[in-house]
């Protein structure tokens, strides 16, 4: 009942930006995060942001240079994402989830109901 379209992925330079956007359609929730899986390793959090309160979250490893933000009229989450390492290359999956958590932060997967099929995000060094 919830349908999440990602894009913005690609192949950029070391360094480079990207911008993630996924439009969400669909019943109401609570929070929407981002998530990425490299070849053989498993899905790992990136960043969430609670939908009322815009309230957001981070890995350690991407914090300062990864941006979550949210536009409620277009019921879009993006992920703006500078200073792109090697590293970062995976494929990225836009979540959501339809339930609260009143001390969450919203890094688990099991903490969200629905999956977009996620975008490529290659950097080359």
């Known amino acids: 009942q919830v349908q999440l379209v990602e894009s913005g992925g690609g192949l950029v330079q070391a360094g480079g930006s990207l911008r993630l956007a996924c439009a969400a359609s669909?019943?109401?929730?609570?929070?929407m995060g981002w998530f990425r899986q490299a070849p053989r390793k498993e899905r790992e959090f990136v960043a969430a942001i609670t939908w009322s309160g815009a309230t957001t979250y981070y890995a350690d490893s991407v914090k300062g240079r990864f941006t979550i933000s949210r536009d409620s009229a277009k019921k879009t989450v993006y992920l703006q994402m500078n200073s792109l390492k090697p590293e970062d290359t995976a494929l990225y999956y836009c979540?959501?989830?339809?339930?609260?958590?009143?001390?969450?932060?919203?890094?688990?997967?099991?903490?969200?109901?629905?999956w977009g099929q996620g975008t490529q995000v290659t950097v080359s060094s």
């Open positions: 979540a959501a989830s339809t339930s609260y958590y009143s001390r969450s932060y919203y890094s688990s997967t099991r903490e969200y109901d629905h």
């Open positions: 669909g019943r109401t929730f609570y929070a």
